[in-house]
């Protein structure tokens, strides 16, 4: 938020996770499902995905600060589940959408098997930037140094 304030919107901006979307992931699988947070109902189930196993912080990216962010956002009264590490369920249906880090500790196969997972369940997937950039108002901003992907949420085709 404070990010996006500061810097002049003539100036790039962009978040590692998005980064890492496009340089492991799918830009476009991981964006194109954004709109989808502003369905969600109250009780609805978000699966949250950490590549790594790391220890746990008072106020967590993962655990804490996005789903207070995304239940700020929406309004509504949202269940979240947490994965870290290598495993996540094999069985997605009870959930209505994901969210998954950048995937810095995971290497490109490994990310593209997880959103695979994810298609077969024709679960929607955005990643920690995308959620986070929509939750501050700073999306599609955050996508404009991506210009095949960003035309699709600003209606520009390059600015």
Known sequence: MKVAADVAKNIPLTTFSVLFARYKGDLQQLTENVHRLNSLKDGDQIIIIEACSHHSQPDDLGRVKIPRWLTNHTGRKLKFD????????????????GIHCGGCMLNQKEMESRLESFKEF??????????????????????KIFPEVYSKFSGKKNE
């Open 122 to 143: 024709k679960l929607p997937i955005i990643n920690y930037g995308i959620a986070i950039s929509y939750a501050h108002n700073a999306f599609p901003r955050v996508l």
């Open 82 to 97: 947490f994965f870290a590490g290598k495993e996540i369920p094999t069985n997605l249906k009870k959930y209505k959408m």
